[in-house]
Structure formats: C-alpha cells, structure tokens
C-alpha cells in the first residue's frame, strides 16, 4: 500500500517536508536527551523490590531444608529456590538448576560447552565443521551475539504473528544436520511482543532434528510479566514434548531479573534428566556452588507464584501506562499515513515498530540528533543487517511517563520526515 506522502502532489510534497523540517527544528531546540534505547526497568519498578533487602539480617537462620545458605554446597541450589523456579517454569524442581544472577550467562555457558565439549557424546561443535543457529527476526540481540561470538552462523527465521515460521524452522531442522540450535522467547517476545500458539508450541515438539546434538533454547524471559490479569497462554514445552513422545531437545531458562533486580536477581535453567545431567557436570567445572544469599532473599520476598503474580500487578500498573501512552502518541501522529505498523502487546518490555523500506537507520539518527536514543537499527537481526531496514524496536519502560510522551513525540516527527524524504527521494529517481 502506498503511503500517504507517496500519494501526495510533488508540491504537497515539497510542502509538507518543509514543515515536518521546521517542527523537528523547533524540537532540536529544546535540546532534550531522552532514551528509549534499553529494557530497563524504571526507578519506581526496582524500587518495589528494595523491600527485599530487609528480609534477611544478621539473626536470619542460614538454613534452607538442611542446606547451607552461608556456604559452599548444594550446587543446584537451594531447594526453596529451585521449587520457586520449577513453579514459574511449571516443570519439576529435581530437574532445575539456579545458578548466578543471569539467565543470558547460563545460555552462554551452555553455547559455550556444546562447542567445546559437545552434547549427548556429539563431537564438539567446533569439531563439526560450519555449524548454524537459527534466529527468529526480529528478536533479542544479545542472543545473537552470543551464536555469533563462537563462530556460529547465524541464519535469520520470519517472525510471524503467532511465532517463528515453523515451515522454514521444519525445513531447516530436519534436513540440515548444521542446524544446532534456535534460540526462542516463547512469551512475549523481544522485541515483536508475539506469544507462541500452541500450534507453534506443538510443532517445535514435534521437530526431528536432523542433529542429534540440536537444543531449541527456550528463553521464557517474561513468563511473568503480563500487563492486565492473566495475559497470554502459554503451552508448556515440555508437555508438549511429552505429548509428541520427544526428550532431550529443550534448554528452558528464565530469570528474576525484572522481576527483582536486573543484575542482581536469581536465574534458572531446566531441560530432561539426561540433559540436565550433562548440565550439571558442565557447572561443576565452572562453579563451586550458587549464590544462595540472594537465593534465600528472593524466596523470602516472593515466597511463591502466587507472590509472583502480587509483585507482577504492581510492576503492570507502573508499565501499562507507558504502553498505553506508546500506543497512543503513535495513533495519533500517524493513523492514516499508511507508513508505518507497530505491535500492541500484552506484556513483556517492548514495542515492535515498523516503518517503510530503508527508513529504520534514518529514523534512529534522525532521532539521536533531535534527543532520543534508540536501540540502533538492525540491532534485532543477526549481526545487525535487517535486510529491508525497516524494524526500531520500542523500549517504553525506564522513561517517566512525561519523558516518554516527549520521546514519542520526536519519534513520531523523525517517522514521518524519513517517510516523506523517502517518498520524495524515490519520485526523484524514478524521474
Ligand atoms: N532474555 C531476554 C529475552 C531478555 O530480554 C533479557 C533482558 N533484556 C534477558 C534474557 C537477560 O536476562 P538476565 O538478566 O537474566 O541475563
């Protein structure tokens, strides 16, 4: 569909950019310096969980179901935390690890170990020659880097509305044996906001790997973190690789890192026993044993899912607003221009934006130069290349609301000036 600017008369055109031009002067004057760049957590949401910092004194038992918390052992960590963990994941606690304060450093580790000392007595991926991951795009950048880092192709995959495209994931997992892995955010994605269907769910069961040594690596980042009620539904993996009579395929991780503390919260991996059993005797190389201060501090303030759930509504009625103001300053300044087509979703960290072919670069300059920092273009495609440039990716959450109301404002004039220059621009070459 053509855009608005596209279908306007070379003067109209001319026109309109002119005072696009000048209302993004009128905001260069105001030198702001807003960032919409990262998923933080704002000031007022980590402060929900200072609280948490007086659970434990110096007269605090340091015991947890006869382990230790104040020394090394118990290197699955401590039972009350791995139950906690079990019960946000839905899976069983005998085959959950917590460990560390990031789940995205237990999914490097474990990258890290298939290609060192390979998986399910595979030779190492560093042995095999060229091996691949596959990467839902748009998605988390960090994920990509990790693949990319060790050498790993990284090879995009279509997200579509209810997930990766399963018939090109299908295609490529069953029939190329250098297909290792594919790295997943199940719910609420980042950065396209997407929850998987049970069908897709249904279909990453029931996957043949042409590797035996291929893990789907399940990051289930915001299982939690739904913004009205009891959000998207979600469909266990795990259960459904029971269903499909599939084992030994899924590495699930989650953390509390916005749930608590980005940095500082308790972070969780689970998979099969077998695969669990060559998780652990990887660990055991790579650490002594968890910490479980912080572990006995986040069972403490939690307590369960149900306490979960309590702390969760208290975040979602900080970071509603900012998404409802998101949805709102971008539906205002640009219904009916035809240029650009954005996700509303129901929770997680972030908005995905799309505008018109070849604009993502020049709109995320444009808007640094006027104030406002966002995440850089094809940041959510491996190494950085979105083939269409077309993809920003919205991070509404650390702004105050009034902050945020100003960067959207400048995004919305930076979206429609690169959309009006890229009209007039293409006119020009076609003349
Ligand atoms: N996974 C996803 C999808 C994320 O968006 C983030 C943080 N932005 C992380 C993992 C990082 O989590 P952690 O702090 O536990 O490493």
Not at 65 to 80: E, F, I, K
Not at 95 to 124: E, R
Not at 289 to 305: C, G, I, M, N, Y
Request: with cysteine; aromatic share 8%.
């Amino acid at each position: 569909m053509p855009t608005a600017y596209e279908l306007m008369s070379d003067q109209e055109l001319a026109q309109e950019i002119t005072r696009l031009e000048a209302e993004a002067e009128r905001l260069r004057s105001l030198g702001l310096k807003l960032d919409m760049a990262r998923g933080k957590p704002s000031p007022e949401q980590t402060a929900l969980s200072h609280p948490m910092l007086d659970v434990l004194n110096s007269s605090t038992e340091m015991d947890d179901q006869g382990v230790a918390v104040d020394n090394y052992g118990a290197p699955d960590g401590l039972p009350s935390a791995r139950a906690l963990a079990a019960q946000i994941l839905g899976v069983d606690p005998k085959n959950v690890i917590v460990n560390g304060s990031s789940s995205l450093n237990l999914m490097h580790d474990l990258v890290c170990n298939a290609f060192t000392h390979g998986i399910g007595g595979n030779k190492p991926w560093s042995q095999q020659g060229k091996v691949k991951f596959l990467c839902p795009s748009p998605g988390y950048d960090r994920h990509f880097k990790v693949t990319a880092h060790y050498g790993i192709e990284n090879i995009p995959v279509p997200m579509l509305e209810d997930g990766p495209d399963m018939a090109m994931v299908k295609r490529l997992v069953e029939n190329d044996p250098a297909v290792k892995g594919i790295w997943c955010v199940p719910k609420y994605a980042n950065p396209t906001g997407v929850t998987y269907s049970d069908d897709v769910v249904r279909k990453f069961a029931a996957l043949t790997p042409a590797a035996p040594d291929f893990r789907i690596f399940w990051d289930n980042a915001y299982v939690v973190h739904t913004f009205e009620g009891e959000g998207d539904h979600l469909l266990n993996i795990f259960d459904a690789l029971a269903e499909a009579g599939k084992s030994d395929m899924v590495y699930e991780f989650g953390s509390t890192a916005k749930v608590t503390f980005p940095s500082s919260g308790i972070a969780f991996v689970t998979a099969s026993s077998a695969d669990m059993a060559e998780i652990r005797a990887a660990f055991s190389v790579m650490r002594v044993s968890p910490e479980k201060v912080s572990q006995l501090a986040h069972v403490r303030f939690l307590k369960d899912l149900d306490g979960i759930k309590v702390h969760m509504e208290k975040h979602a009625q900080i970071v509603r607003p900012r998404f409802e103001l998101v949805q709102e300053k971008l539906h205002a300044g640009l219904d009916g221009l035809d240029c650009a087509t954005w996700s509303n979703p129901h929770g997680g960290y972030f908005v995905s934006f799309d505008g018109p072919k070849g604009s993502a670069k020049a709109i995320v300059g444009l808007a640094a130069d006027l104030g406002v920092k966002l995440t850089p273009a094809g940041a959510t495609w491996p190494y950085g290349r979105d083939p269409e440039d077309t993809n920003i990716r919205i991070a509404p959450t650390y702004p105050s609301l009034e902050d945020l109301g100003a960067a959207l404002d400048v995004f919305v004039v930076a979206v429609k000036l690169v959309s009006a220059r890229l009209a007039k621009a293409e006119r020009e070459g076609q003349q």
